[in-house]
């Protein structure tokens, strides 16, 4: 008798070089902008002056880059999450 796979299952087949590669290179760009983001938060360490609403302090441009670094990243997070799907035609 011959073992077949389950049928709720998928057979594998060493997998696609398609499949995984699109996200490869996501992966690949994400890393590459964190680190160009680092290198240029790091280089610009000095005090500056940020005005925000109706509030001014002083503060490591590091600190105000970093925010900005980790606020874009929450938006661009959750952005996907409203968009609408797009109809297949």
């Not at 925010?67 to 797009?86: S, Y």
């Amino acid at each position: 008798m011959v073992d077949s796979p389950p049928l709720d299952r998928e057979p594998t087949h060493g997998g696609s070089t398609q499949a995984g590669g699109g996200s490869r290179v996501r992966l690949y760009l994400a890393i590459g902008a964190i680190i160009l983001a680092a290198i240029f938060i790091l280089q610009n360490s000095q005090e500056v002056e940020v005005k925000f609403f109706f509030s001014t302090s002083q503060t490591p441009l590091i600190f105000a880059l970093l925010f900005a670094a980790a606020l874009g990243f929450v938006i661009g997070l959750g952005l996907p999450r409203f968009r609408t799907p797009r109809k297949h035609d």
